[in-house]
């Protein structure tokens, strides 16, 4: 199975998320940026299709600050080719990423003949797009969403995927390859990899190059972001300060007040 | 007595049948030796030929001296007697056998010269002796630990044969030469057939032992040269594998092992023994399927938290701790670690501490403070303080790191952070066998080091002060515990004893601190200065007992257990203490761990958890006091 | 063109879902401020009944095929691409949930149009349409002001009270016919339903919710016996399902179950947007988190700053001494 997997970092929230003196982007300064949390579900979705049925992982990232490292993890992990595309001025909202993905996937003839395209069902800035929708509408390829496992069928042409719905619900679905999958959740948690195997990975393996392919639509955004902020909120708990006894006897009081107890 | 190799039996002279004898129980005892010796031959290297000196030095004390034994002392007492009643009688078995099988040698038989048959009496009496005591323990008050196995019972009757033939020779010798001759056959037959079955005993320990501490691991650190890990025999280095053959199965280990005590399924002599099957099953080799989730399984492997008891108290100086590492190592390059475990590791990755926090957040502790400590790598300081992970972000140490800064403060001492430019020091990462990560802490740490001016390091995390004092090569200089510095400052008159605390306390030693380091005594004389009046444990110093916490054991995910934890254990043992209130800690997680134990345990009205650094702020700086007094 | 505002009616196995009226609420808000009419899109195969719910619209546009039988983004999108086409809205509402996701950023991509992801609020402002969106998982809020005649909108749930969105009115219904290109797509084979043998938290009177914070499947046992001297259940967070701690059955929030029990105690659960929309409408929710500005707290009632497991076992020591 030929399988590629889509990779984007985003910013990480761990850091607190600060303004930029614009008022309308986020400021660089303190930015760190980390692998969206489902794209890194998807590479584990991949490695253990692989795992299963044989085949290759090709990742593909955008270039962003710290990406080499994701990369050179994912080759530790597994993946067999990874390539970063570069030359970007940075910043791409998600529909032109998506774009640019699209384009490459379709125009870099080694990506060729593939089976399944795996990236995450979403990420924390998806403003103006989700990557699989676009890029299965230009790649013509059918698509699913909400992905937590991908069994291959026995004929290689097609796999069987649960998606979640709601209220606890999942659906078995049919899915005819080559497709595009926003992953939601592999089947296990992504698995851990030992920094002495992500350093190995940095010194015998090479993150491919690939420019910006030019976009047809210009990749221009179609949104303006007129004002960014924190979140005034509009209600806040009330605190209980205290050593965890008189929280306790705090909350058990609250807890009778209303009947609970 | 006639000579008895030179009587005749059967129309053959005696030597001919102790030729015989000997050629068959040498041929059996060098066939399974050479076994061993060529298993560890083609095991990893690892090199212990270095500091000879101080290697037979070690010898003297742990073997000749048996300085370790002597810890339990009436076991150890009975066991230097029957050690020493082996060494004359060893040397008196080949002395007689050379005669023997060289009957034309001028020289008489050991008992015959009299200040050897006068040694002889005198050992094979205490010899005797012992060998009662021992049999006494064994048989009838038996430590945990100690199984009744029939080799201890085949080995204790052997030796009991071999003392007492030669006592009963030699007191028949004059009376009944003939009894005596055969007396002699009977002890010359024991001691061969002793030494063909030993290879096969627990009891190779009297061989292999004496080799063991001296090839033993001169520094206490328990992490095992540069490897990917080892599951397989020919993974483990020589010296590891070794342990299994020096294992006498004496249950000390397990008397001292926080994960054994608590009813986990670890135990440091079971992994021993399984150890000396490895080396002695040649079916149990690289082709075949390793050790891990054979022998020995992951809960045993996660279970250890390197607290060192097993190895410091251990009579024959076995490895346990790095074999334990090497086996996570092997677990870690296969990723198999637990849920938590990963976290953690892919927290101190990303942002070098094991609280996933942001590092900018790592010096918000000291906003409080009513001055703003150095930044070492901005300005040169005297003290570099590296503060370490738990003190840094977990809300429960806040008062005891910023106690720390106003003391420091208090002494005018010329100290200074890092502030984000600090990571974690790796020493739990190491021992969870991550020694990438460590690795790359360590350049991490380094380079903040490089970048920075100071003359020392003070620490206060034990765990951080044995990376950084031993596992830092070079850049290693002087690293102190801040109890050390703390007793310095007294010391030198910086910090004033204002107020005489006159509590009753209890301290517990820091595994890393004082097994691992030494440091017992700057804390114990910390609380007697500023009026503490202290009660010690039953377990204490070197005896002291794990809180569990040690090792990574904190990152990880709670095994079953069937007995009280490490941390329970120890709160009770401190609030058995009559009039003792407090239970003194010089080490971050202790803190935590302990405070948790008082909860579960339902001993918070009984005891209370301190930082040393707190008790000395109370003395010290009375009137700003901001912790209280224990009622 | 009709400039109209348009919702679509989110539809699944015969039933209307709640952000179907939160968006009727929102979209007659908007479709009044800028003085247009406000359209409902139902999409399925024999639920035209289902219209006569939709009486906060102007009108209905019902289309039934048996490729939108069941939800599938690209059928709907396409469906949709076609009408939107044909009559011109100014903005069409999709609802970003489970059930739809994928649809709005597919027809925002067949007919050229911006898509405004994540919004939780959208208002008309000098005739143009304003969005409030919730980004980085809620830890900024960005003002987007889309480009052109035409806006896909992706509606956060939440944005509106439901019952604003219901009317008795029986709205007039136009049935028109879309066409689907014969190309391969997925299929779906069957649905899993969630263990009905597990307790149903949706009827629990009070739920102890267990999030990342937690560490370990260990301490989980801890809340489930916290749980127990409350006389409810256990639930979790995303993180705590992923992991296996919990079983699907027990999951909040957006791929798992809304629940509206009288106490929520949200254990180191910080409240991804993901999660508090499957909880936020409980009356009394009591946050406990390390992080003091985890985002829980702007919608618990009370809140404590601490290590969730350093709370749970006085907790349940307070609780049961209290039951005696």
């Known amino acids: 199975m030929n399988i590629l997997v889509l990779l984007r970092m985003v910013p990480d929230v761990v850091e607190e998320l600060e303004i930029a003196p614009d008022g309308r982007t986020l400021d660089t300064e303190y930015l760190r940026m980390i692998v969206n949390e489902s794209d890194d579900h998807a590479l584990e979705q991949a490695l253990i299709l692989k795992e299963r049925k044989g085949g290759k992982v090709t990742v593909l990232a955008l270039d962003a600050p710290d990406v080499d490292d994701v990369l050179f993890s994912a080759v530790a992990k597994g993946a067999d080719r990874v390539m970063k595309i570069e030359g970007g001025d940075g910043g791409v909202t998600t529909r032109a990423a998506a774009g640019m993905f699209a384009e490459i996937i379709r125009n870099e003839k080694d990506l060729q003949p593939f089976d399944i395209v795996l990236t995450g069902v979403q990420a924390i800035d998806d403003l103006d797009a989700l990557v699989a929708p676009i890029l299965s509408h230009r790649l013509g390829l059918p698509y699913l969403a909400i992905v937590t496992k991908v069994t291959p069928d026995a004929t290689g042409k097609s796999v069987t995927a649960i998606r979640e719905f709601a209220g606890g619900v999942r659906g078995e679905f049919d899915v005819p390859l080559p497709a595009v999958l926003g992953i939601q959740a592999a089947e296990k948690p992504p698995r851990y990899v030992p920094v002495a195997k992500v350093r190995a990975a940095m010194k015998t393996s090479k993150i491919e190059s690939i420019g910006v392919p030019t976009m047809a639509d210009g990749g221009q955004p179609l949104l303006d972001v007129s004002h960014m902020r924190k979140p005034v909120v509009s209600g806040h708990a009330q605190m209980l300060d205290g050593e965890p006894e008189d929280v306790s006897k705090k909350l058990a009081g609250i807890f009778t007040e209303r009947g609970l107890l | 007595m006639h000579d008895p190799a030179a009587a005749e039996y059967f129309g053959l002279p005696g030597f001919a049948y102790l030729w015989l004898f000997a050629l068959v129980s040498f041929f059996l005892f060098g066939r399974r030796v050479w076994r061993y010796i060529q298993t560890l031959i083609e095991a990893r290297n690892e090199p212990r030929w270095d500091q000879i000196p101080r290697r037979l030095g070690v010898f003297g004390l742990d073997v000749l001296a048996q300085r370790k034994l002597l810890r339990e002392p009436v076991i150890g007492v009975a066991h230097f007697l029957i050690f020493w009643a082996f060494v004359v009688f060893a040397v008196s078995f080949f002395w007689n056998l050379i005669r023997g099988l060289l009957p034309f040698l001028p020289i008489p038989y050991a008992d015959d010269v009299s200040w050897m048959a006068a040694v002889l009496t005198v050992m094979g009496v205490l010899g005797l002796a012992a060998l009662i005591v021992a049999a006494v323990r064994r048989y009838i008050f038996p430590p945990a630990g100690l199984e009744k196995s029939g080799d201890a019972t085949l080995i204790l009757s052997l030796i009991a044969i071999v003392l007492l033939t030669s006592l009963l020779g030699q007191a028949t010798k004059e009376s009944s030469p003939q009894l005596a001759q055969a007396l002699w056959w009977v002890h010359m037959a024991t001691v061969l057939g002793f030494l063909a079955y030993l290879p096969y005993s627990k009891h190779l320990h009297l061989l292999a032992s004496p080799f063991g501490v001296l090839f033993g691991a001169l520094q206490p650190g328990g992490i095992p040269p540069p490897s990917e890990g080892a599951s397989f025999r020919d993974d483990f280095t020589w010296r590891q594998l070794f342990s299994g053959l020096a294992c006498a199965e004496c249950g000390r280990c397990e008397r001292g092992c926080p994960a054994f005590q608590s009813g986990e399924p670890l135990s440091p002599k079971v992994l021993m023994h399984h150890f000396k099957e490895l080396v002695r099953s040649p079916s149990l080799v690289r082709d075949g399927d390793g050790v891990i989730g054979n022998q020995v399984q992951q809960e045993d492997i996660w279970g250890c938290r390197t607290c060192l008891a097993c190895m410091d108290r251990c009579p024959v100086a076995n490895e346990h701790i790095p074999i334990i590492v090497e086996m996570r190592r092997f677990l870690i390059s296969q990723g198999t670690v637990d849920a938590h475990l990963q976290s953690t590791l892919v927290n101190l990755t990303r942002y070098g501490n094991s609280f996933g926090a942001s590092p900018r957040t790592r010096a918000k502790w000291t906003q409080n403070l009513e001055f703003k400590p150095k930044d070492a790598r901005k300005e040169k300081v005297e003290y570099l303080w590296f503060v370490g992970d738990y003190a840094s972000f977990d809300a429960r140490l806040q008062p005891v790191v910023q106690a720390t800064a106003r003391l420091f403060h208090e002494a005018s001492l010329d100290f200074g952070i890092l502030y984000d430019g600090e990571n974690n020091s790796g020493n739990d990462v190491r021992r969870v066998g991550e020694e990438g990560l460590f690795d790359m802490l360590r350049e991490k740490n380094r380079h903040a080091f490089d970048k920075s001016s100071f003359d020392r390091i003070v620490t206060t995390d034990p765990h951080s002060f044995q990376a950084l004092k031993n596992e830092y090569g070079e850049s290693n200089g002087h690293v102190q515990h801040y109890t050390q510095l703390v007793d310095h400052l007294i010391d030198d008159g910086k910090l004033t004893v204002g107020k005489r605390l006159g509590i009753k306390a209890t301290y517990h030693d820091p595994c890393y601190l004082g097994r691992y380091n030494g440091v017992y005594d700057a804390p114990r004389r910390i609380l007697n200065r500023i009026g503490v009046e202290m009660v010690e444990m039953p377990r204490n110093r070197a005896d002291s007992y794990c809180c569990g916490a040690g090792g990574g054991r904190i990152w990880m995910e709670d095994v079953p257990c069937s007995k009280e934890r490490p941390a329970e254990s120890r709160v009770r043992e401190a609030a058995a203490l009559p009039g003792v209130e407090t239970l003194v800690v010089s080490c971050p997680k202790d803190l935590v761990m302990f405070q948790d134990a008082l909860k579960t345990t339902g001993l918070e009205d009984k005891l209370v958890v301190k930082d040393l650094v707190e008790l000395v702020e109370q003395s010290c700086r009375p009137d700003k006091e901001r912790v209280e007094c224990p009622t | ?324």
């Open chain 3, 1 to 324: 063109m009709s400039g109209n505002i348009w919702i679509v009616a989110e539809q699944w196995r015969g039933k209307l879902s709640e952000i179907t009226f939160e968006s009727l609420a929102l979209g007659r808000e908007v479709a009044d401020g800028l003085g247009v009419k406000l359209q409902a899109v139902l999409l399925g195969h024999d639920v035209q009944n289902l219209s006569t719910s939709l009486g906060m619209a102007d009108s209905v546009i019902y289309v039934d095929h048996t490729e939108l039988a069941d939800p599938g983004a690209s059928a709907q999108a396409s469906a949709l691409a076609q009408l939107v086409r044909q009559q011109k809205p100014r903005t069409v509402i999709v609802p970003l949930t489970n059930v739809s996701l994928g649809t709005g950023t597919l027809l925002g991509e067949q007919v050229g149009a911006p898509v405004v992801n994540f919004c939780k609020d959208l208002r008309a402002a000098d005739g143009h349409i304003v969005a409030d969106c919730v980004l980085y998982g809620g830890k900024i809020e960005a003002t987007v002001t889309p480009r052109g005649d035409l806006t896909v909108i992706g509606l956060w749930p939440g944005s509106r009270p439901p019952d604003k969105g219901r009317s008795d009115r029986n709205p007039p219904v136009e049935t028109q016919t879309v066409t689907f290109a014969d190309q391969p797509s997925v299929k779906l084979r069957s649905y899993i339903e969630p263990d009905a043998s597990d307790v149903d938290i949706t009827q629990q009177d009070v739920l102890v919710a267990v999030g990342r914070g937690i560490q370990s499947q260990e301490n989980v046992a801890l809340a489930e016996e916290l749980a127990a001297s409350l006389g409810g259940a256990v639930c979790g967070s995303r993180p705590v399902i992923d992991q296996g701690w919990l079983p699907l059955s027990r999951q909040v929030g957006k791929s798992g179950l809304n629940v509206k029990p009288k106490l929520y105690l949200a254990l180191g659960i910080s409240g991804a947007p993901e999660h508090l929309e499957g909880m936020k409408d409980a009356p009394l929710i009591v946050a406990v988190n390390s992080d003091p500005d985890a985002p829980i707290f702007n919608v618990a009632h009370y809140g404590v700053v601490a290590d969730a497991m350093d709370m749970i076992p006085t907790l349940k020591e307070t609780v049961l001494a209290l039951r005696g």
